[in-house]
T-cell receptor, first 108, second 113 residues
């Protein structure tokens, strides 16, 4: 199966700052999802983005499938953005393989 | 907006006991999944289920685990004889037959003492 690496593992931001989270894949993926895990442990769907760019408010994501990476951009960060961000990819099978996550803390 | 629901939100059980975790997937979805996340670690795939049978399973999903769709709405994960290392958050997910995006439930936190 594929390997999924996320960077950075930890990130501390001041409120209002922008950030870029990265997700690298060891092999081609057929779909890619980004999630936010909130302090209660819930996985919130952010993006389903096999390729191209999508935007949702202050968040946007870009996947370059041919180069096996995806980026999540957070602009004007808020304290409520804190939590762990996971990317997950699917290769030829049916399951998602998750990365290790980026733990984000946004300070007021 | 439709969502995946899971019950209970938290379950505490003693080692060796059987537990059943319940999920109600989104109503028009056809593929169902269980994942788990040990505290502080990444989310790991356990099993996928389609057309009333297991379509894929991981090495974690050994003989002590089973899944069932007992009726048209529920999807369950049974752990026959729990071990301390089964303590984790268990997530149910589902998707349609034509879109690969998986939607996750809020999770059940299982604590084995």
């Amino acid at each position: 199966g594929i390997q999924v690496e996320q960077s950075p593992p930890d990130l501390i931001l001041q409120e209002g700052a922008n950030s870029t989270l990265r997700c690298n894949f060891s092999d081609s993926v057929n779909n890619l999802q980004w999630f936010h895990q909130n302090p209660w442990g819930q996985l919130i769907n952010l993006f389903y983005i096999p390729s191209g760019t999508k935007q949702n408010g202050r968040l946007s994501a870009t996947t370059v499938a041919t180069e096996r990476y995806s980026l999540l951009y957070i602009s004007s960060s808020q304290t409520t953005d804190s939590g762990v961000y996971f990317c997950a990819g699917r290769d030829a099978g049916n399951m998602l393989t998750f990365g290790g996550g980026t733990r984000l803390m946004v300070k007021p | 907006e439709p969502e995946v629901t899971q019950t209970p939100s938290h379950q505490v059980t003693q080692m060796g006991q059987e537990v059943i975790l319940r999920c109600v997937p989104i109503s028009n979805h056809l593929y169902f999944y269980w994942y788990r996340q040990i505290l502080g670690q990444k989310v790991e795939f356990l099993v996928s289920f389609y057309n009333n049978e297991i379509s894929e399973k991981s090495e974690i999903f050994d003989d002590q685990f089973s899944v069932e769709r007992p009726d048209g709405s529920n999807f369950t994960l049974k752990i026959r004889s729990t071990k301390l290392e089964d303590s984790a958050m268990y997530f149910c997910a589902s998707r349609t037959g034509w879109n690969y995006e998986q939607y996750f439930g809020p999770g059940t936190r299982l604590t084995v003492t």
